[in-house]
Nanobody
Framework: QVQLVESGGGLVQAGGSLRLSCAVS????????MGWYRQAPGEQRELVAAITSGGSTNYADSVKGRFTISRDNAKNTVYLLMNSLNPEDTAVYYC???????????????WGEGTLVTVSS
């Protein structure tokens, strides 16, 4: 069984920073891509940032230059450093990883339960 546990959300003032973490645990053979998504009230879930196992990254246009995604492969953990936050960044942030579990021949998507980020003006 594979689990993703997020941490680091909370309330921050506009212009502030937060760092989200997502640790993957369980019976894992390998982890491929990892990423962060967010869903604001009444909106669809959207990709914020993603990183491959080799370290290549991509970002949503709305966060480029403000957010940085990184990963620690030794810890099976992905991070999202969020700077210059504004109220439009308020959302539940979800971690997603493409994981090859032990005993399987193909990778599958696993999601965390989400962590709430609230940016006050």
């Amino acid at each position: 069984q594979v689990q993703l546990v997020e941490s680091g959300g909370g309330l921050v003032q506009a212009g502030g920073s937060l760092r989200l973490s997502c640790a993957v645990s369980g019976s894992i053979l390998s982890i491929n891509a990892m990423g962060w998504y967010r869903q604001a009230p009444g909106e669809q879930r959207e990709l914020v940032a993603a990183i491959t196992s080799g370290g290549s990254t991509n970002y949503a246009d709305s966060v480029k230059g403000r957010f940085t995604i990184s990963r620690d492969n030794a810890k099976n953990t992905v991070y999202l450093l969020m700077n210059s936050l504004n109220p439009e960044d308020t959302a539940v942030y979800y971690c997603k990883s493409v994981v090859l579990p032990l005993g399987y021949y193909y990778g599958m998507d696993y999601w965390g339960e989400g962590t709430l980020v609230t940016v006050s003006s």
